[in-house]
């Protein structure tokens, strides 16, 4: 690409790799995501910053691990004085909207920040109706108006297709577009047509059907309102996802918990039809918090630009971003991921080949990930100097953030309800 692209970047909340036809997955259909993945760029070993969706959003949104960005709990917000993707992308002259899922991903916690159009219309939808097969139903005004804001009652992503096109129809120059579906995280009563209520165990929610109705009703239609507008020759599309889900026979979902694989590995595609490679699989393991510095700088962003930012991220290994294939081998298999659960006083980091793990009191952990997969074997013992090394470098990450600040953001009366209503507290 040798203009500015638009940009639009989606993320589906709580899916996991393992459950897309790209990914190798032969139970779902996903047709519009295997379709971009097979002419564009899949990152199988794509890790996320959290197993939640406020934190691990604050990473994908500026680029910088929890530590950096500030927000580490619901009762933060990202720090004011990081730069985000969108005011990034504002100071280049792009034109900006986001579409948040929830008010845990709004402005309260900094995330409108950089945007022209920042679309707040919480409580649009009931997360349950009193009608037969318990589906939501719209709100009358005067309801919506007196309606309170939960984690429920969330954007209705027809509004957000509606404003979506509405906005871009206006706009003139290069875009930036950030939805967040959340319509695939373990909520019960989402309206989901009867074709899409499959999943092989009756307690996940219909996660797989979830999964499918998402690649039609957000990848697929988001790319329809491209190509009406005009835009969609012209495009460059990330498509991934928060955090990932944990998934056990006879039990409902879960993720924000441990830092295990099947909850932080999450899938991660690049798509643009005028990419000058396509087709293209990396194994070795990248970051979300890679993707801001990576469309900053296809965007015109400058390398003293990018030190000055800040990033914990690098450049994904695109062609014309890094160096020959070897180059790019070389440095991403050095290249190390971390992720946090801070509330629980959970941290890790991880390799191509380990994952190092401190709990709160003090305990460690490590595990072998190409032979033990599972995470089932503890060898920090057998490992001395391997555990000892990763922990060097959780701890350098873990000290390079600000204290969190008494004024940050701290509705802690509200964001416990509305933690409670997605299913986070009790």
């Not at 460690?364 to 990930?369: G, S, T, Y």
């Amino acid at each position: 690409m040798n203009h500015r692209p638009d940009i639009v970047l989606i993320s589906l909340d709580c899916v996991r790799p393992d459950f897309l036809g790209c990914y190798g997955c032969r139970t779902v259909r996903t047709p519009h995501l295997d379709r971009m993945a097979a002419r564009g760029v899949v990152f199988d070993r794509a890790v996320s910053q959290a197993p939640n969706t406020w934190v691990s959003h604050a990473g994908i949104l500026t680029g910088r691990y929890p530590p950096l960005h500030g927000l580490r709990s619901p009762y933060d917000a990202i720090l004011e004085e990081v730069p985000t993707l969108a005011g990034i992308l504002k100071d280049l002259g792009y034109g900006t909207a986001g579409f948040p899922g929830n008010d845990l991903v709004g402005s309260r916690m900094g995330f409108a920040r950089g945007f022209d159009l920042f679309f707040e219309e919480y409580g649009r939808t009931l997360p349950l109706d009193t009608r037969p097969g318990g589906f939501p139903g719209d709100l009358a005004p005067e309801d919506r108006a007196a309606a309170p804001v939960s984690a429920n009652t969330r954007n209705d992503w027809d509004d957000v297709l509606e404003a979506a096109g509405q906005w871009l129809s206006r706009e003139k120059g290069p875009v930036f577009l950030w939805f967040h579906y959340l319509d695939t995280h373990h909520l019960p009563g989402l309206r989901l047509p009867e074709y899409f209520r499959f999943s092989r165990d009756p307690h996940w929610q219909f996660y797989e059907g979830k999964i499918s109705y998402a690649d039609e009703r957000c990848v697929g239609a988001v790319l329809q309102i491209l190509k009406r507008q005009g835009r969609y020759e012209d495009s460059l599309s990330v498509v991934l996802s928060d955090h990932g889900e944990g998934l056990w026979p006879g039990k409902a979902p879960h993720h924000n918990g441990d830092l295990t694989e099947d909850v932080i590995r999450v899938p991660l595609i690049l798509f643009g039809e005028r990419l000058a490679f396509r087709g293209v699989r990396v194994d070795a393991q990248v970051r979300t918090a890679d993707v801001v510095p990576t469309l900053a700088a296809m965007a015109g962003f400058r390398e003293q630009e990018e030190m000055a930012a800040g990033f914990s991220g690098r450049h994904l290994p695109l062609p014309g971003l890094m160096t020959g294939p070897a180059g790019v081998k070389a440095r991403l298999n050095e290249q190390t991921a971390y992720a946090e659960n801070e509330p629980l006083g959970l941290s890790c980091i991880r390799t191509n080949d380990w994952k190092y793990l401190r709990c709160g009191g003090g305990e460690e952990a490590l595990f072998h990930l190409a032979s033990d997969p599972g995470e089932r074997t503890n060898l920090a013992k057998r490992h001395p100097e391997t555990a000892a090394r990763l922990g060097t470098d959780l701890e350098r990450i873990r000290s390079q953030g600000t204290a969190r600040r008494e004024a940050a953001c701290r509705e802690e009366q509200e964001t416990r309800r509305l933690l409670q209503s997605l299913g986070y507290l009790e």
